[in-house]
């Protein structure tokens, strides 16, 4: 591991996961009111967590959406860390780099394979030297969600060992296998995961220290979600669940209450829907 990476913030909730087998949330926020109620569920659940930006974040709000965060998950009683998830621009993630994130995803997946691993390769020794853990997508994980450029028109590929083999070379912290899993809603066919091929992934990169990051759980069982953790996913990417009762929320009471009472509520909201999550990959307790 870099010096820089010793007591980085991702991989100490990740690593001490992986010696409890239980899964950490990492969870998608776009305002202050989502990352307080996420530090809020991690608290009351005395849990772990770690709170996803989009580079959108950085853009829309000139990057201090990312330092509310960090201040957020700096003065919360339990750990959290803070993660630029899907970063697709290479000069964005030397932009992140200077930004108070624990973690980057440093996703090339839209380019060939050799450009991803080349580019990442390159990106993860940046990161690296700013002391930022990194993550990246061998193959492709198909769809899109609010955030990430959709990639509807290229089909996904699955990761095979050997390409998780040369990410895990490449110095990858966090490994995000596509192994049927899609982003955003799952089509007519449901969800079909070939588990085969999250172990072969999982045998290489348990060991070399590196751990698997899981994206597209929307509309997953606590049951499945569970089965995934026993296979070795630490680190479970969440959005569109978590958010779905706080929309609902500020549909129903902006102008109807005090605008002041809408956020105070909308923040229990979303606070409660990842408590439940919490309890479900079982980070409950372990902060
Ligand atoms: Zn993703």
Redesign the pocket.
């Known amino acids: 591991m870099a010096p820089l990476l010793e007591d980085n913030a991702t991989l100490r909730i990740l690593r001490a996961a992986d010696q409890g087998r239980y899964g950490v949330l990492a969870v998608v926020g776009y305002n202050l009111e989502q990352v307080l109620g996420f530090v809020k569920a991690a608290e009351r659940q005395k849990s772990p967590l770690i709170i996803q930006l989009f580079p959108w974040a950085m853009t829309s709000s000139n990057g201090i959406l990312v330092h509310a965060a960090a201040q957020a998950a700096r003065q919360a009683s339990v750990p959290v860390a803070v993660h630029l ?2 970063c697709q621009d290479e000069e964005m993630v030397k932009e992140a780099c200077l930004l108070p994130f624990d973690s980057i995803m440093v996703d090339m997946s839209h380019h060939s394979k050799e450009e991803n691993l080349a580019k990442t390769k390159e990106l993860v020794a940046y990161c690296h030297a700013h002391g930022k853990a990194t993550e990246a997508e061998p193959g492709r ?1 198909e769809g899109g ?1 609010d955030g ?1 450029s959709d990639t509807l028109d290229l089909a996904g590929l699955m990761t095979s060992a050997e390409e998780a083999q040369q990410f895990v070379d490449a110095g990858v912290d966090l490994l ?1 296998p596509a192994f049927g899993n899609v ?1 955003g809603e799952y089509g007519p066919r449901g969800i079909v995961l070939d588990f085969e091929r999250l172990e072969q992934v999982n045998k290489i990169t348990g060991a070399n220290n590196v751990l698997i990051a899981l ?2 759980v929307t509309g997953y069982s606590d049951a499945l979600l569970q089965q995934l953790i026993a296979a070795g996913v630490r680190k479970i ?1 969440v959005n569109k669940d978590i958010l779905a009762g706080y929309y609902a929320h500020l549909e129903q009471k902006v102008n109807k209450i005090p605008f002041t009472q809408v956020v105070d509520e909308a923040v229990e909201k979303v606070a409660e829907a990842l408590a439940r999550q919490m309890d479900a990959v079982g980070s409950s307790g372990k902060a």
């Open positions: 998830d899907h994980i969600e990430v995000a982003h994206h597209g990417n």
